[in-house]
């Protein structure tokens, strides 16, 4: 067997190794811990500073388990790709950036359509941030043409009202707040849990700028009646000749009803349906944030509240609250729209809707829940505890499921059904029916725990859900 000496150090590399191996979590960045407050007064190596913000965001809940939120949390690989390819497009760059402007045409065309813009009526529509962006564009439109009407007639502008359910979602508190806009709300009443015909007419009188049916509401995804709601507004302006518009807000809705539910009149087939906003970001399936508005024809968006941009030599008008937006949302929505085609959406809101149905199914066989809704509208659905359940709340249970992975809210409904604590589900693509049954029998295990609980757990402060 050989026999080995102990060499001398070789001492110039081993210096050297040290600067190269540098380990990534004793570096000077990572030591010291990054600024907080204040912008450092020197940098760090951009892989330090990527490794220091990705180490602090895996404490953020997983978005494929949030199960609150509305807004899309998987996307193909393909869509991801053009997506980082376009985040440089600034949307508003119509001359630098004609292919993405011309894609965005293609997109509301191909919405006005699929909401049933009747031929020979020009529909107009627009991307935004968001359905709460374009909300407040709809809700503009309204305003506008309401302010034309009364100034016609001779009649004060100073006290426009807005009719909706109370369960509207909190971007038209904002429109109303930020537009000087009395909120008429209509309350939940038993069973109510969202607006109706009769209760909407009610609230209508010569100041109401439009009413907002919800297709389907934010608290536990059921459609509110549009076609009830329009044809009682028909009678009302045989009655009176109060002539009463009717904005939609399908954020999701607008994205799953065509596909699923064609036979549920809520669109511009209906001739009081003067605007209706959607979420692109939600069962559009995109990335956050995009939304769309379409006006049934240009005499539904006043002209003033137009602004026009260069163009290919020429202008375009565009209608916005935002100058620079992401262009690539746009690229994704326009992806998807060709990737899916109808076919592909509905075989995917199909395919959600039947995840939702079969959870709320198992949850109401659970024992202490009772079904709100079980997402046969939009795949949402809200449950309850039964009223004999007294140990523990809506509010615990959302607390054990976290503590599982799982984010699912607990809220407490709105006036009059304020004795009422919910928790909801909204399923999106790629919550598949596997992740279900892990969903259900975590729920099954949280609540076999909270039955042994006595008395009642302390309550976080805070605790509950803002819509
Ligand atoms: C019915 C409804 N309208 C409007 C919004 C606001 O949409 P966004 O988040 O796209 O601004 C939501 C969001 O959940 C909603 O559910």
């Given at each position: 067997?050989?026999?080995?000496?102990?060499?001398?150090?070789?001492?110039?590399?081993?210096?050297?190794?040290?600067?190269?191996?540098?380990?990534?979590?004793?570096?000077?960045?990572?030591?010291?811990?990054?600024?907080?407050?204040?912008?450092?007064?020197?940098?760090?190596?951009?892989?330090?500073?990527?490794?220091?913000?990705?180490?602090?965001?895996?404490?953020?809940?997983?978005?494929?388990?949030?199960?609150?939120?509305?807004v899309t949390?998987?996307m193909?690989?393909?869509a991801q790709q053009l997506m980082a390819e376009t985040f440089d497009k600034n949307m508003i760059d119509k001359d630098e950036y004609p292919r993405t402007a011309d894609l965005e045409m293609r997109c509301v065309n191909m919405l006005a359509?699929?909401?049933?813009?009747?031929?020979?009526?020009e529909a107009t529509g627009t991307s935004t941030t968001g359905s709460s962006e374009a909300a407040m564009l709809g809700g503009m439109a309204?305003?506008w043409?309401?302010?034309?009407?009364?100034?016609?007639?001779?009649?004060?502008?100073?006290?426009?009202?807005?009719?909706?359910?109370?369960?509207?979602?909190?971007c038209?508190?904002k429109f109303?707040?930020y537009w000087?806009?009395?909120?008429?709300?209509?309350?939940?009443?038993?069973?109510?849990?969202?607006?109706?015909?009769?209760?909407?007419?009610?609230?209508?009188?010569?100041?109401?700028?439009?009413?907002?049916?919800?297709?389907?509401?934010?608290?536990?995804?059921?459609?509110?009646?549009?076609?009830?709601?329009?044809?009682?507004?028909?009678?009302?302006?045989?009655?009176?000749?109060?002539?009463?518009?009717?904005?939609?807000?399908?954020a999701?809705?607008?994205?799953?009803?065509?596909?699923?539910?064609?036979?549920?009149?809520?669109?511009?087939?209906?001739?009081?349906?003067?605007s209706i906003n959607a979420s692109g970001h939600k069962?559009g399936?995109v990335y956050p944030g995009v939304g769309w508005v379409v006006w049934?024809?240009p005499?539904a968006l006043p002209e003033d509240l137009v602004f026009r941009v260069n163009y290919l030599g020429g202008e375009m008008p565009t209608f916005s609250l935002n100058f620079s937006r992401p262009g690539n949302q746009i690229v994704a929505q326009y992806y998807n729209f060709?990737?899916?085609?109808?076919?592909?959406?509905?075989?995917?809101?199909?395919?959600?809707?039947?995840?939702?149905?079969?959870?709320?199914?198992?949850?109401?066989?659970?024992?202490?829940?009772?079904?709100?809704?079980?997402?046969?509208?939009?795949?949402?659905?809200?449950?309850?505890?039964?009223?004999?359940?007294?140990?523990?709340?809506?509010?615990?249970?959302?607390?054990?499921?976290?503590?599982?992975?799982?984010?699912?809210?607990?809220?407490?409904?709105?006036?009059?059904?304020?004795?009422?604590?919910?928790?909801?589900?909204?399923?999106?693509?790629?919550?598949?029916?596997?992740?279900?049954?892990?969903?259900?029998?975590?729920?099954?295990?949280?609540?076999?725990?909270?039955?042994?609980?006595?008395?009642?757990?302390?309550?976080?402060?805070?605790?509950?859900?803002?819509?």
């Amino acid at each position: 067997m050989a026999l080995h000496r102990k060499a001398p150090h070789s001492h110039d590399i081993q210096t050297a190794a040290r600067g190269a191996i540098d380990p990534i979590f004793a570096r000077a960045g990572e030591l010291a811990g990054a600024a907080k407050h204040e912008l450092p007064a020197e940098g760090m190596r951009p892989d330090t500073a990527y490794q220091v913000v990705h180490d602090e965001l895996m404490l953020d809940g997983n978005a494929r388990l949030n199960l609150a939120t509305f807004v899309t949390t998987w996307m193909e690989p393909q869509a991801q790709q053009l997506m980082a390819e376009t985040f440089d497009k600034n949307m508003i760059d119509k001359d630098e950036y004609p292919r993405t402007a011309d894609l965005e045409m293609r997109c509301v065309n191909m919405l006005a359509r699929l909401w049933h813009s009747p031929d020979g009526e020009e529909a107009t529509g627009t991307s935004t941030t968001g359905s709460s962006e374009a909300a407040m564009l709809g809700g503009m439109a309204l305003k506008w043409r309401w302010r034309e009407r009364m100034r016609k007639a001779g009649k004060p502008t100073d006290s426009p009202n807005m009719v909706m359910g109370i369960n509207v979602q909190v971007c038209w508190e904002k429109f109303c707040r930020y537009w000087d806009i009395e909120m008429r709300l209509v309350p939940m009443e038993g069973d109510r849990f969202h607006l109706d015909a009769a209760e909407a007419v009610k609230q209508c009188d010569e100041n109401t700028i439009g009413v907002i049916p919800v297709l389907g509401s934010t608290f536990d995804g059921s459609y509110e009646p549009v076609e009830e709601i329009c044809a009682a507004l028909d009678q009302l302006q045989a009655d009176t000749g109060l002539d009463v518009p009717v904005h939609v807000d399908g954020a999701s809705g607008a994205f799953v009803a065509p596909f699923l539910d064609p036979n549920v009149m809520w669109d511009f087939r209906l001739p009081r349906v003067q605007s209706i906003n959607a979420s692109g970001h939600k069962y559009g399936l995109v990335y956050p944030g995009v939304g769309w508005v379409v006006w049934r024809n240009p005499e539904a968006l006043p002209e003033d509240l137009v602004f026009r941009v260069n163009y290919l030599g020429g202008e375009m008008p565009t209608f916005s609250l935002n100058f620079s937006r992401p262009g690539n949302q746009i690229v994704a929505q326009y992806y998807n729209f060709i990737r899916l085609g109808f076919d592909g959406y509905r075989r995917v809101q199909q395919a959600a809707r039947d995840v939702a149905t079969y959870v709320s199914a198992k949850v109401a066989s659970m024992g202490p829940f009772q079904l709100i809704t079980d997402g046969s509208e939009l795949p949402v659905f809200a449950f309850a505890l039964k009223p004999e359940i007294t140990n523990y709340t809506v509010f615990d249970v959302s607390r054990m499921m976290r503590e599982k992975g799982w984010l699912i809210p607990a809220y407490r409904f709105p006036a009059n059904r304020e004795d009422l604590a919910a928790l909801r589900i909204v399923v999106k693509n790629g919550f598949t029916r596997d992740l279900a049954d892990f969903l259900v029998d975590d729920l099954a295990t949280s609540v076999e725990y909270l039955k042994r609980v006595e008395g009642s757990l302390p309550a976080e402060p805070g605790e509950g859900f803002h819509h």
